[in-house]
């Protein structure tokens, strides 16, 4: 079973991928252009989705929208994990006071929920997609970093680390040649879910006003469009959040399939 899940996540990922780098050439229309005298209507020939409030092509701004949550989830698991992991290495390894400052700053971090935290901040900011970016790695990066942490703990503990720190070799090359190479696993299986949670704090934000600006494509902000108009064009919302549950689910299959192939003894 696990499998098949495994390859159904990944060939949504690659499926979404696929259509954000080739937008401009699969979308059949312009994203922002008005066509009032199709508001409300339903898929028809040329406009497989429909039209939304203004009359624009729904299918055109989903593709444009896979585009938008790719590159937002891809920029905020990026900095997270690079940063995390730096963080976590060096108070795993260092030990002592640097780790219980680390403990106590991620301690204060994770007493605030996650999406509260990001409404909090973004109420403050003017929507855009690089404030998005900024405001979801300020807490994104605790996570990987308490990962890489506790699997830096684990690893220092064994021969080969203890061997190198005899003949001294220096922390840098520690880190980087011979303790994150054998967490590269972990930190892969939480990238996939990572990208999972983005999109849905993303898509949640633009939902409530509060993510990607005005007329930017984004399935959060068509789904609140779509709620005004509901019992008329049911597809302005229905559409998008089917989308979003796909590429979440996508992400989801992928990271257990990846848990399992890199950690067999916990299935």
Same mark, same amino acid.
């Given at each position: 079973?696990?499998?098949?899940?495994?390859?159904?996540?990944?060939?949504?990922?690659?499926?979404?991928?696929?259509?954000?780098?080739?937008?401009?050439?699969?979308? $059949?229309?312009?994203?922002?252009?008005?066509? *009032?005298?199709?508001?409300?209507?339903?898929?028809?020939?040329?406009?497989?989705?429909?039209?939304?409030?203004? +009359?624009?092509?729904?299918?055109?701004?989903?593709?444009?929208?896979?585009?938008?949550?790719?590159?937002?989830?891809?920029?905020?698991? +990026?900095?997270?994990?690079?940063?995390?992991?730096?963080?976590?290495?060096?108070? +795993?390894?260092?030990?002592?006071?640097?780790?219980?400052?680390? *403990?106590?700053?991620?301690?204060?971090?994770?007493?605030?929920?996650?999406?509260?935290?990001?409404?909090?901040?973004?109420?403050?900011?003017?929507?855009?997609?690089?404030?998005?970016?900024?405001?979801?790695?300020?807490?994104?990066?605790?996570?990987?970093?308490?990962?890489?942490?506790?699997?830096?703990?684990?690893?220092?503990?064994?021969?080969?680390? *203890?061997?190198?720190?005899?003949?001294?070799?220096?922390?840098?090359?520690?880190?980087?040649?011979?303790?994150?190479?054998?967490?590269?696993?972990?930190?892969?299986?939480?990238?996939?879910?990572?990208?999972?949670?983005?999109?849905?704090?993303?898509?949640?934000?633009?939902?409530?006003?509060?993510?990607? $600006?005005?007329?930017? $494509?984004?399935?959060?902000?068509?789904?609140?469009?779509?709620?005004?108009?509901?019992?008329?064009?049911?597809?302005?919302?229905?559409?998008?959040?089917?989308?979003?549950?796909?590429?979440?689910? +996508?992400?989801?299959?992928?990271?257990?399939?990846? %848990?399992? %192939?890199?950690? $067999?003894?916990?299935?």
């Amino acid at each position: 079973m696990t499998k098949w899940t495994t390859k159904i996540g990944a060939a949504i990922i690659v499926l979404l991928v696929l259509v954000a780098f080739c937008a401009p050439l699969i979308a $059949p229309h312009d994203p922002n252009t008005y066509h *009032l005298d199709m508001k409300f209507d339903g898929p028809h020939w040329g406009y497989w989705f429909g039209n939304d409030v203004d +009359g624009r092509d729904l299918l055109s701004r989903i593709i444009y929208g896979a585009r938008v949550s790719l590159g937002i989830g891809v920029a905020v698991v +990026g900095i997270s994990t690079i940063v995390g992991s730096v963080i976590g290495l060096i108070a +795993g390894y260092k030990g002592g006071i640097i780790d219980h400052i680390f *403990l106590f700053i991620t301690d204060v971090f994770l007493s605030f929920p996650g999406f509260l935290f990001a409404v909090a901040v973004a109420a403050f900011l003017s929507p855009s997609i690089l404030n998005i970016i900024i405001i979801l790695s300020l807490k994104g990066w605790v996570g990987s970093a308490r990962l890489v942490r506790g699997q830096t703990l684990a690893l220092k503990e064994r021969e080969f680390v *203890l061997s190198g720190r005899a003949i001294g070799i220096s922390n840098l090359r520690m880190y980087f040649k011979h303790l994150l190479p054998n967490m590269i696993g972990p930190i892969i299986v939480n990238v996939s879910f990572s990208m999972a949670g983005v999109i849905m704090v993303e898509s949640s934000l633009s939902f409530l006003g509060l993510g990607v $600006p005005i007329n930017t $494509p984004s399935w959060g902000a068509m789904i609140d469009q779509g709620t005004q108009y509901l019992l008329i064009a049911p597809h302005l919302s229905i559409i998008p959040g089917i989308f979003i549950m796909l590429v979440v689910l +996508g992400f989801n299959f992928l990271g257990d399939g990846l %848990r399992d %192939r890199f950690a $067999p003894k916990g299935r």
